[in-house]
């Protein structure tokens, strides 16, 4: 699976220049290649993200999480979340699946990893528990 420059571009602005919020990849099977489907800006929020991922398609997506330890200290963690909906197709499951491994290893700086089936897997609960 090759994975499109722009995936790479848009990234490192997200990590190095924090003008992304979020980024939503897709997998075209027909050009065997991942992606950008929707950048999301800096204002926008996790509800905005979480509306953005398709109810019964796989997608990757990274989000630059926001957060405040315990030390009062301002933090922020990029996470790598691997939607996979019950709901969605066999073959794509199976597509994303094994491309997943290879597509992250393209995004230098990923510091958590989440597999989710369903909306509740990522909760911002959950997302705020695996940042800290």
């Not at 075209?28 to 926008?44: A, F, H, L, M, W």
Request: charged share 30%; proline share 3%.
């Amino acid at each position: 699976m090759a994975v499109n420059d722009e995936c790479k571009l848009k990234f490192f602005e997200l990590k190095a220049k924090r003008n992304h919020r979020f980024i939503v990849f897709k997998i075209d099977e027909q050009i065997q290649q991942v992606t950008v489907e929707k950048v999301g800006s800096p204002e926008e929020t996790y509800d905005d993200f979480t509306n953005s991922l398709p109810a019964n398609e796989c997608r990757y997506a990274v989000f630059d999480f926001d957060f405040t330890t315990e030390e009062n200290v301002q933090k922020s963690k990029i996470f790598f979340i691997a939607w996979a909906p019950d709901s969605s197709r066999v073959r794509s499951k199976m597509v994303y699946s094994s491309s997943k491994d290879r597509f992250k290893r393209e995004l230098d700086g990923i510091q958590v990893e989440l597999q989710a089936t369903d909306p509740s897997e990522m909760s911002l609960d959950i997302i705020s528990g695996r940042a800290i």
